[in-house]
């Protein structure tokens, strides 16, 4: 049934024989897109799931990871690899955004458009710091980071049982919370700052190119609806924003269908 109505939806919005690319977000892994892969699958549609480095399945170790370039090069490495006149759409969620915005600095001419889901977006003016200021400015303290290791700095993070079901999956069903805490493995933390904010650089030449979609989830508790509509203020122009209700921070599992069918209707007209 499922795979007869995104057919059908494809179908109506003639948009066929797409290649989507698909990012994850921190602490989760390629896994974390099942349904939406499913389903987009079923609509006739090639997609690709990236497993970032010391994520999901990656044999990677989190402490192998010295700087996010090292981080997302599986990214990096897949878009190296497509054929020179082909174009996907890429969709990224929360700190995916990152990853996404440097592939639209590196590779503008391979991607049709960018979608991003109540993600971290990064413009020619606007970095890291500007992150973490305004993040830590709005909850008192920064939730972003929640150290799991002794070293000072830290060289990792990861959120909890508790914190992963009041903060990110807070209206998603109760299996796919289950499923998150046996597969979510610690984040990096990258505390060379000039080396971050060199190899997060993009440019309005190369990365403004790419036209940008961003998807707001609305009761999002780790990246509440103001914050992602900062984060659209200081990034844009965006050609769309969409407004997903009932949503939490894990859009694609607490809404699938629903943001499905945006990405269909994205890659539908870009």
Known sequence: MLKLLFFILSFFIGVNGKHFVLVHGPFHGAWSWYKVATMLKSAGHNVTTIELAGCGISPIQVQEIHSISQYYEPFMTFMESLPP?????????????????????????????????????????????????????????????????????????????????AHLYQLSPHEDLTLGLSLVRPHPNFNDEKLLLKETRVTKHRYGRVPKVYIISKEDILFPEDYQMWVIGNTGPYVEVKVINGSDHMVMFSKPKKLTSHILKIAHKY
């Open 85 to 165: 006149k082909e174009k996907v759409i890429l969709v990224g969620h929360s700190f995916g955004g990152i990853p996404l915005s440097v592939a639209m600095e590196k590779f503008p001419n391979k991607i049709s458009v960018a979608v991003f889901i109540t993600a971290l977006v990064l413009s020619e003016k606007f970095d890291f710091r500007n992150y973490i200021q305004e993040y830590t400015t709005r909850q008192g303290t920064s939730q972003l980071f929640f150290f799991n290791g002794t070293n000072n700095p830290p060289t990792a993070s990861l959120f909890g049982p508790k914190l992963l079901a």
